[in-house]
């Protein structure tokens, strides 16, 4: 397998995230994995700056080449960059959303997903989506370990002035709060 490229807007990175890239190393066979911090995406806002949360997924992804995305999606990304063989690393909830981005046909064709599931998830829901795709035999699914942790609670807990512990990696929790962010 070429290059696997695992995009987000990561604020905060957590194990969640890192329990995903960790799966496709050991399930995908990835010889390299490039962590893409979205700089401005376009589905959703984010609270730290792009410098922070770069930051941030250096400490989650210690040993992986970790880059600022300067494109809010996805095509435009594979458009620009020339990545031998890529796969790109998503998780079911956003494959369930898959043909509303931009240009999903052409995604599939510049890039094989591989989509992250976990037990319990509706294997029905994913299955609708492989069924509209023209190119389905382009993606692939590999299994994780359910975890708690979700962005938006991180943040609420840091606002609240709560431990990280058990959600984010040590290194982490450490920056988010050396640097001060998600206070308020």
């Not at 930051?55 to 809010?72: G, S, W």
């Not at 898959?98 to 599939?108: H, R, T």
Request: charged share 25%; glycine share 6%; no cysteine.
């Amino acid at each position: 397998m070429g290059v696997v490229l695992y995009g987000g807007a990561f604020d905060p990175p957590h194990l969640g995230h890192v329990a995903v890239a960790d799966a496709a190393r050991e399930q995908l066979g990835v010889e390299r994995l490039v962590v893409l911090v979205a700089e401005r995406p376009a589905h959703r806002a984010v609270l730290a700056t792009a410098e922070d949360r770069l930051a941030l997924a250096r400490a989650a992804f210690p040993h992986d080449d970790i880059r600022l995305d300067p494109h809010p999606r996805t095509v435009e990304l594979l458009r620009t960059e020339a990545f031998d063989d890529p796969v790109f690393v998503i998780g079911a909830d956003q494959f369930r959303n898959f043909l509303s981005w931009s240009e999903p046909a052409e995604v599939l064709e510049r890039t094989r997903i591989a989509v992250a599931t976990r037990p319990g998830f509706p294997r029905r829901e994913l299955d609708e989506v492989l069924e509209q795709l023209e190119l389905p035999e382009r993606v692939v699914f590999f299994e994780i370990e359910p975890n708690p942790g979700a962005s938006t609670a991180i943040r609420a807990r840091v606002t609240a002035g709560e431990p990280l512990d058990g959600l984010v990696p040590a290194a982490v929790a450490q920056l988010v709060a050396e640097r001060g962010l998600y206070r308020s």
